[in-house]
Every structure is written in structure tokens, then in C-alpha cells.
């Protein structure tokens, strides 16, 4: 009779003295991860307590997640924007008929406690642009992303870059895909990959007022197949145990994945000299008394307290205080993130034409009403604020939202 059993008549084990298939099977089934500890290099502690940040819960987002899971990966955050629809279900193995219409992301961290219920999953329902964090990225070990367009894998990988976290990209189409590492340092980002076609894109992403576009046609759905999203998904799990690991692996560099004609070979990246996508913070500051929630001016208090005068404050990303209609002149206040304007709100309710928006980055009393709220502003939950000290860059976080964002044990990190 066939059995599951890794020892047979001839096993090293029986022949050490086991005697029993009880015997056997009690060894098996000691730990759940008693497979992963035959692995010389192997550390599940590292794996429990790993903190892991998917960006993506598509097909490539499931896979990923499952593995995670079954690898007893103890925290992970899944940011998606979107809810299931019918077509992922031939491509999403943890997606099902009843999960029509909710959040992907919420679905996935369930999917993952299922899978493994010592595993501490939290999901994010966010827009990646402008809906997340910056300390998110912060706290992660790893980002893995299981994105489908070229804005939302550029604004991950500056900020990684930005808070020195390493990323693995992820992308498929039919039977290929690939894979790539980016670690931040001397070598090349995803930035420095892009192609002048790629830029044209990104360009077309925006109008002359600098609003977002409806994208849905400028980067077209990508054919895929399951068996494609489960080997890609496979390695970008193998290149994150690496990095747990400390294991040299494809850093600043990809693998390239064809089925049809059983082609795979690895890239190398060079770092491009006039690249931008390599800011970074010189240092990063907690401050556990600030958060989305904190009115301006006694965040600028607090800034102003720790460096001095002369600090230049910034938000992480473009924000918009003002509307302006160009055909009939009216104005309207409007605050949030330049990303999250949708056509809707760009239009003017008074003749139907386009609005154009006074856009800021500085946070100063001339900029903006220091009696409002960051989170008024458009400045999400557990973010990190830049403050320029003459050619320095020191992030502000406001760790005041560590455990509202992701109720973790989020936050002591270098």
C-alpha cells in the first residue's frame, strides 16, 4: 500500500534505529514545519516573525500569498484597491463564486488565516499612489508586488528606495513572465529599466493639467493563465526566503520565464547615472505623538522644536488645496491627493469643463490652513513626512499610526 511517508525501507532514518511506520508518522507530524527543518540553511523563526508587504491581489497576489501562508510567514499587510470579479476566478486560486464584489484584499488575508492560523494577515483596501503609508513600507522586511501597470510599480519602487527596502517585482503574460529583485543601494532600480516606450506611457497617464487620465485603455488588460501567475508567484516567494535569509539571490537583476519554448536566462540591470529614483531618507525620526489625525500647526510645532526654524517641510507626495475652472473662472477648495482626483471631481459643476488644480508639496502656513487636520490634506494613515535641513533628507514618521494601519506590532525599526 502507497503512503505519503518521505521514508521508505532504505531510509537513513528506519536504518537509525525508527523502527515503526508509527513511529514514522510521529516524526512526520511533530511540526507542521518539520519538511522546511530537513533545509540545512533553514530558519522558520525568521520566517514567523518576517513582516511582508504584497502590493497586488490578482492572480500573481494569490499565488504569492498562499505561499507565504504555507511557509508560515507570521505578518503580512495585502494592499489591494479593487473588489473580485468573475474573471479573476479561472486565475485566482483563492478567490471563489461568493466572493464577488468584495474587496480582494480582504479576501486573501481570510484565504491566508485559513491556510495558516498562526499567520497575522491584514488587509488594505487602498489606492497604492496615494491610500498607503509610507511607514507600511517602512515596517516591511520585503515588498512583493503583483502589480499590472507601470505607475503603480514606479511609486513602489521609489519608495522603497526611499525607506531602503528591498522589492521584488513580479509580471505575466500568457505563458511568460518575470521576475526582478531591487535592493536598494549602488544598483540599478525599476526606474533605471524603463524604456523611452515605457516613459510615453507613464506620460499618457496624465493631461496637460496634470490630472490622472482614465487609464483603462492607455495599458490593456494582459492575457494570463494560471500556470504562468503559479511559477512566477513561486520565485518571487524563493528570492523573498533568500533575502530572509541573507542568501544571495537575483539582486538588481531579473529572470525571464517563456513555456513556449522552455527559454530562461537572467538579466543584469545597470544603474543609470541620471536616474531620480533613488532618493532616499538620511534618516527617519519616529514621533509617536503625531498622526493622520493631528492638526498642522502642532505638527509643524513639533518639527520646528526638533530641528529648528529653518526646517523645510514636505508632504511624500503631490497634494491639491484648489480647484480652478480655466473656461469660466470659478474656484472651489478642495484638498487630497493629486492621484486620487478622479474625471468626476475634475469636472466644473458650473459649465462642464475641465478644472485645473493648484497642486503643493510644501506644508507651510502659506500653503495650507495650519488648523486643519494632515489627514484633511490628503496625507494617509502611518505616513512619513519629508523635512529638508539644508542638503539633508530626515523623514518624520507618524507613528502616532502604527497600530491603527495595520494592527501589527508595527513600528522600532532601523
Known sequence: MATSCACNRKSPLVAGGISSMAEVLEWEEESRFSRFSLISWWEQERL??????????GALGNEIVKNLALLGVGNLVVVDMDSVERSNLSRSALFRERDIGMPKAEILCSSARDLFPGINAVPMTENILHGVGIGVFRWADVIIGGLDNREARL???RTCNLVGRPWIDGAIDVLAGIVRVFVPGDG????CTLSEADWTILDQRRA??????????????VPTTPTTSS?????????????????????????????????????????DPECYGHDCFDEILESDSCSQNSIVVDVLGEID???????????????????????CGKAEAWHGALDSLNPDIATCP????????KAFHRIHESTVSTEMALRELGIPAFDILRIRLGDRLIGFELSGDRNLVCGLPIGGVT
Do not use: M, W
Open 48 to 57: 514567523r516573525s518576517a513582516k511582508i508587504l504584497v502590493v497586488g491581489a
Open 155 to 157: 511609486a513602489l519602487s
Open 188 to 191: 540599478a532600480c525599476y526606474e
Open 208 to 221: 496637460c493639467s496634470l490630472l490622472p487620465r482614465d487609464s483603462a485603455n492607455l495599458e490593456p488588460r
Open 231 to 271: 511559477v512566477i508567484a513561486g520565485i518571487q516567494c524563493s528570492e523573498a526566503i533568500k533575502l530572509l535569509h541573507g542568501i544571495e539571490g537575483l539582486k538588481n537583476s531579473g529572470f525571464q520565464f517563456d513555456a513556449r519554448n522552455f527559454d530562461c536566462y537572467t538579466v543584469n540591470y545597470r544603474r
Open 305 to 327: 522644536q526638533r530641528f529648528g526654524p529653518g526646517a523645510i517641510v514636505e508632504a511624500p507626495r503631490e497634494l491639491v488645496c484648489e480647484l480652478k475652472c480655466d473656461a
Open 350 to 357: 458650473h459649465c462642464s469643463a475641465s478644472r485645473s488644480p
